[in-house]
């Protein structure tokens, strides 16, 4: 069992934002199974704090569901489904992009999905509430459709087919059950599809919207950091003073350093799960 929540800690620490994204989704659905499932009926009932609601006042005093609604879900299928294409969608589009760039489109085209909702059901004169994903997901998978359509995607039982044929087929799906039931939800997928177009459009021009919320995040890192001087600068002032410390300890850090290198491009190319046993360890240990 330990050796299991090592493995779990390790792929979190060093799996990269796909999975810190799916980590975070898993623990909210955990959460609301603790706290927002209705055993007796087997249904959900999440707070209006938590889920985006279509009612304008209650939208308007709780502006953070904009975001907070697309990490909880309110069924096993309904994650799973959406894990599986955040996890299938977050690996192509990091062929391409990096890390922060991942973040920075999932928490936008959140956002935009969930203000493309409350329009649509104001101005069709309904009323609902929505969780789940599935805006931000499709954000991404057609982020990365629309920089590499014509990539090959290999699928169980089909073969290889293009990356845009599997994107066209689940927008059209959404587009056909647009009027029937989940029409909220329906209307959130399009709106997150459109924005990750978007995306790409704008970052190929020279926009990356991205650095509106990786800018927010480092205000508040370094807000609340310890330290008052940037890495930077304690670099400069490294080099200004004489070096006490032996070469070989020196040489050793390298070398432990490179290792990490070595090991976190593997992750990169093969995810987590092709390290060896050995290499395990050693990140566990250099992680401390």
């Known amino acids: 069992m330990a050796s299991i929540i090592d493995d779990l800690k390790m792929q979190y620490k060093f799996g ?6 799916v980590y ?5 659905f955990i959460v609301s199974l603790v706290f ?14 938590i889920a985006l609601s279509s009612e304008p006042l209650v939208f308007i ?7 907070t609604y697309s990490f909880f879900h309110d ?12 996890n299938f969608s977050s690996s192509l589009f990091l062929t391409f992009f990096n890390q922060k760039q991942l973040l920075g489109l999932y928490v936008l085209s959140a956002i935009f999905a969930g203000i493309a909702f409350v329009l649509g059901y104001y101005l069709l004169n309904l009323s609902a509430s929505i969780v789940g994903a599935s805006g931000a997901i499709m954000a991404i998978l057609v982020a990365a459709t629309t920089y590499s359509p014509l990539m090959n995607v290999r699928l169980l039982l089909i073969g290889n087919v ?3 044929h599997i994107t066209l087929v689940i927008l059209v799906i959404d587009l056909m059950q647009i009027r029937l039931d989940n029409s909220g939800g329906h209307i959130a997928h399009l709106a997150g599809a459109f924005f990750g177009f978007i ?3 704008l970052l190929e021009s020279g ?19 310890n330290s008052p001087s940037t890495p930077f600068k304690k670099v400069h002032k490294n080099y200004k003073k004489p070096i006490v410390k032996p070469v070989s300890k020196i040489v050793t850090k390298d070398k432990t350093q490179q290792q990490i290198d070595e090991i976190l491009d593997k992750i990169s190319r093969s995810g987590y799960d092709c390290l060896t046993k050995e290499e395990k360890e050693f990140l566990f240990k250099a992680g401390k």
């Open 162 to 164: 293009k990356l845009w």
């Open 75 to 86: 069924g096993f299928g309904h994650i799973f489904f959406n894990m599986l294409v955040l």
């Open 199 to 201: 995306f790409i459009k």
């Open 16 to 21: 990269g934002m796909a999975q810190r994204l």
């Open 61 to 67: 005093i709780k502006p953070w569901t904009l975001l």
């Open 207 to 225: 926009t990356d919207l991205s650095k509106i919320v990786s800018t927010i995040i480092d205000f508040f890192v370094n807000l609340f950091s």
């Open 36 to 49: 927002f499932y209705q055993f007796k009926f087997g249904v959900f009932d999440f707070p209006n704090w």
């Open 24 to 28: 975070w989704n898993i623990a909210c």
